[in-house]
């Protein structure tokens, strides 16, 4: 549907939200108390939306698609940051990322450590320094199940087992 903005279609109500209406479409904007544009049911776009912030009433951000990419430059280096405790107060303020399959029931972890003898998400991790880069499998051993393997060249270099035992090859 395409319409043209004009003062037939468009009014401000009262919560100071400009409505535009063509039928049975409706598109509401406005601000809300700290003056950021806000907009009301499924937003889609054909270009490109800017932000420097992502937020949602739960804090997640799905994308319904099985690949994502981030691009930062069409050249030279990328970087992506992921800071925590950007203020220095609680060593358990950890940058971390889950990596999830299983319905949850398999997970490894890549992060910094805070408090020693934790993962970088606060739960038990017997020997970690604090304070420390931490990459692994969580969970109970089972099998080969959560094994960390290290592969150069489509062939696995180095294997540590669940049993803690390393392999190279």
């Not at 951000?61 to 280096?77: F, K, Q, Y």
């Not at 107060?89 to 490894?108: R, T, Y």
């Not at 499998?137 to 294997?159: C, P, Q, Y």
Request: aromatic share 6%.
């Amino acid at each position: 549907v395409n319409f043209k903005v004009d003062d037939a279609n468009t009014k401000v109500n009262a919560s100071n939200l400009l409505e535009f209406e063509v039928g049975a479409l409706r598109i509401k904007l406005g601000t809300n108390a700290n003056n950021h544009i806000t907009a009301s049911g499924n937003i889609s776009s054909s270009g490109t939306i800017f932000t420097d912030k992502i937020s949602s009433p739960t804090n997640n951000l799905v994308v319904s698609s099985s690949t994502v990419r981030l691009t930062a430059t069409t050249d030279g280096e990328a970087n992506l940051i992921l800071e925590a405790d950007s203020d220095n107060d609680d060593e358990n303020d950890n940058p971390f990322m889950s990596f999830l399959q299983d319905g949850g029931g398999i997970e490894g972890q890549i992060g910094i450590s805070g408090d020693a003898d934790k993962w970088p998400d606060g739960n038990t991790l017997t020997g970690a320094s604090l304070n420390s880069m931490v990459i692994g499998m969580k969970g109970t051993t089972s099998g080969d199940n959560r094994e960390l393997i290290f592969a150069t060249a489509n062939a696995v270099a180095l294997k540590l087992d669940n049993t803690q035992d390393a392999r190279f090859y």
